[in-house]
Every structure is written in structure tokens, then in C-alpha cells.
């Protein structure tokens, strides 16, 4: 059974920093490209950032490039989304992904970040 476990969401105040963490089991992870969403109340599903197999291809959105860094550690069977100078506008549940090309084969349960003052 696939399973994706988020952490590391929090409150955290403007300009501040945080590492999301997903823990990954029942598939061969460093087989898998994995990606990182989020979604704000009352939006849809935004994407945030794929990293592919081995770690060495990053894509992030037009939001996330240059303050968010993903990264991977196959050996742990671990995935991270490393955010700095966050801003109120980046409040949402983050998921990590498993993917398939473009497509979602399953995604964790989220994990809360709220930027606030």
C-alpha cells in the first residue's frame, strides 16, 4: 500500500522559514518522480514543485521559484520542500505526490502551513 506522510507545517510569521517533510513506503520510491502541492481555503489544487527520480531535475511554479527548494533522499525514502521568506499568500495544505508523468497516482494526507503575523 502506498503511503505518504506529511510534516513539518506550522505557523510561521511573514519572511519567515519552513521544511515540509514526506515520509514514503510501499512503492520504489527512487523509481518515482514526486511532486509538492498545496491548496488554500475555498481554491483548487495548485501545483508547487516536481523533482524526478534520482533528484537531479527540479521544476517549480512561477510562485515557488527562487524561495522554495525541493530535495530528495532516496536512501530514507524521503522527500523535503525547503520554504524561505514565506508570505501570508502561501498559507494552504501541502501535499506531497507520487506521480506519473503529469498525472497524481497518490497524494498524502497534507500538512498545514499559515503565515501569519
Known amino acids: 500500500e502506498v503511503q505518504l506522510v506529511e510534516s513539518g507545517g506550522g505557523l510561521v510569521q511573514p519572511g519567515g522559514s519552513l521544511r515540509l517533510s514526506c515520509a514514503a513506503s510501499?512503492?520504489?520510491?527512487?523509481?518515482?518522480?514526486m511532486g509538492w502541492y498545496r491548496q488554500a481555503p475555498g481554491k483548487e489544487l495548485e501545483w508547487v514543485s516536481f523533482?524526478?527520480?534520482?533528484?537531479?531535475?527540479?521544476v517549480y511554479s512561477a510562485s515557488a521559484k527562487g524561495r522554495f527548494t525541493a530535495s530528495r533522499d532516496n536512501a530514507k525514502q524521503m522527500l523535503f520542500l525547503q520554504m524561505n521568506n514565506l508570505q501570508p499568500e502561501d498559507t494552504a495544505v501541502y501535499f506531497c505526490a507520487k506521480r506519473t508523468g503529469t498525472r497524481i497516482d497518490h497524494r498524502g494526507q497534507g500538512t498545514q502551513v499559515i503565515v501569519s503575523s
Open positions: 523533482i524526478n527520480d534520482d533528484g537531479g531535475g527540479k
Open positions: 510501499g512503492f520504489i520510491f527512487k523509481n518515482s518522480g
